[in-house]
């Protein structure tokens, strides 16, 4: 009598498919459309919690112009019989797409697609993605409708601002736990609209919001102040990520900042010399905490044949270890994981790592 794996019964499939790396996933479900259904089952992600398999697992937001779906999820996977990575595209929601960029978080194991312009008009939709299972869901929708906002994440909340202009609106935070929306007032009715564009940071108990003009506020137990020293030393369109409570900026050419809490000044990672050389001539940038290390992505074009241009986005996951009063970084890998001729591609515009 043949073997088949099939014949398996689901429990003990799960156990079998938890003790295989996620990054094998997108290609296991290509076998069997039994494979794909036990894969994206909650009875396998208790099963990896339960055997201790969990693991840090890569999310990348591509931008794509002039198209009906403008913003792309992808995920890191593993080549078959290879050590090489590759982007894969995830399934998308079967709802009208935001022709203006929404705002996108994470926390936990579930993806937030924020507000947007949807058919001309600024949205209050809130769309959720489970990375467990990749399906798509409606959150609870925002308290006004914001067709170009900003986020970021704190303590499980997410805080939004942008597209509103009253203090009373300017900025309203979503409690993933409790499903509840409720406003947090702004500075004052003359910050609230001297700003069209923000960067939000969410970092040691604090929000910190900085619009393009430059002005730099802190929110912390309910009151707004201007920002200490160290966070207006962050520029506007620098990627900046958290881990374990350490604040990291990327420059160009991928070096990179930390912030010594401690001796309140920013200092240089060290160590990874080779790969600052070979990020030279990048587009684009950014960075996120992967499971207590850094996943940095940046996008490269080359010229293909004197005719197209390609533009390939390379990825780094790199170790960073604290050696006294220095920071030391060591690539782990770095690799082209994704490559395009595809000119709408806008191509990098959120990275994150999932626990699954």
Known sequence: MTFNILMLPDDLLYNCLARVSRLH????????????????????????????????????????????????????????????????????????HPKFWPAVAHVGTNVYVIGGLINEIASTRVMVMDCRSHTWSEAPSMLVPRQSPFVCVLDGKIYV???????????????????????????????CKIGTRYRCIGYGGKVYVTAETGNTYEWHRGRWRGAPLFIHRINFNVPVCVI???????????????????????????????????????VYTIAANHGGKMVILWEKKVVVNRVHLETKIWCAEITLERRGKEMWGTPDWFQVVFSTTNERFNLLSHVFSAIL
């Open 161 to 191: 601002v942008g597209s509103q202009y009253d203090k009373a609106t300017w900025m309203e935070a979503f409690d993933t736990k409790t499903g509840n929306w409720e406003f947090v007032s702004g500075p004052s009715e003359e910050i």
């Open 244 to 282: 374990d409570n350490v604040l990291y900026r990327c420059h160009h050419s991928c070096m990179i900042d930390w912030y010594d809490s401690q001796e309140n000044v920013w200092g240089r990672v060290k160590g990874f010399e080779g790969l600052v050389k070979l990020t030279s001539a990048y």
């Open 25 to 96: 996933y997108p290609i296991i479900s290509l076998v069997a459309k039994r494979f794909r259904t036990l894969l994206t089952s909650s009875e396998l992600y208790q099963t990896r919690t339960f055997t201790g398999r969990t693991e840090s697992c890569i999310y990348v937001c591509l931008s794509v112009s002039h198209d009906s779906e403008p913003l792309r999820l992808f995920t890191l996977c593993q080549r078959p019989n290879s050590t090489r990575k590759l982007l894969v595209p995830v399934s998308s929601p079967h709802y009208s």
